[in-house]
């Protein structure tokens, strides 16, 4: 049996449930939520991709720079940094000063290392949070290499020495063999 939509409704069928009406606050609450959660995403892909793209920047510049690969570091500063990164300087390098930038996003920080040396020159750079190299790339600090050169001078002293005395020996050997020679003459 079919009914169609006009027939009376009999005492038997049941009336539809009326639908409950959500609340006011709990809807404010939900788009509260909502907004909340949109704005931490927000935040975690601001904080991505300016990072991305200021690597994405640098790592164009050091292919335009050619057989060299060195990037200014003013060019660096002035036009490819996106967002707003904090910036640390390590100048404890003898050689290259390491900059990390750091861009922080809610859930995770993204990060941006690299070499610059004496002449302004951004020599390598990588994603790394923290690590001794750079792209592979060691630094020497001031310290290592004060004790390196300090070692290198004593060494070059110490042979120095050896060779005075070597010399000062060979002389004395033929000094002796010149008197001997001398003394065997005269008999």
Known sequence: MSS??????TPDSKPAPAKKKVSTQRRIISWVFILILLGVVLLEWRAKTSQAKTFDNLDA????????????????????IQGSPSEELDESGAILKLYHYRWGGVFKTYHLRMLVDNDGQVIVFDTAAEGSSVSGMPRISKERMDAFVKGQKEYVKQKAAESAEAKASRDKQAAEEAAAAETKSEN
Not at 61 to 80: C, H, K, L, N, W
């Open 4 to 9: 169609t939509p006009d027939a009376p409704e």
């Open 61 to 80: 510049a050091r292919e335009a720079a050619g057989r060299s690969g060195e990037v200014p570091f003013e060019d660096f500063q002035a036009s490819m």
